[in-house]
């Protein structure tokens, strides 16, 4: 007995030019959501803006790891001496 094999369909590689991926970094950074929801209303994934801020994005200024704090989600139970 002969088994067909499946084919999967072909899909093509979308491309964008610089324009789109600048406008759609910068929606998504003044816009206030976060990556993920800005890349499904424009039907991408999140690692995709990602990438595109590396490249298109602000000049991020650059720090050790070591010299970075986040962020306190709760601000009044961290206070103002609380280090990370």
Do not use: H
Request: aromatic share 10%; with cysteine; charged share 25%.
């Amino acid at each position: 007995m002969i088994k067909t094999l499946k084919q999967s369909p072909v899909t093509t590689r979308r491309k964008f030019d610089e324009t789109f991926k600048r406008e759609a970094v910068n929606n998504w950074l003044t816009s206030g959501k976060s990556a993920a929801v800005v890349a499904s209303e424009l039907g991408l994934k999140a690692n995709r803006l990602y990438a595109w801020w590396k490249g298109f994005g602000p000049a991020r200024r650059r720090t050790s790891r070591r010299s970075w704090k986040a962020p306190c989600a709760r601000t009044a139970l961290c206070g103002s001496s609380a280090t990370f």
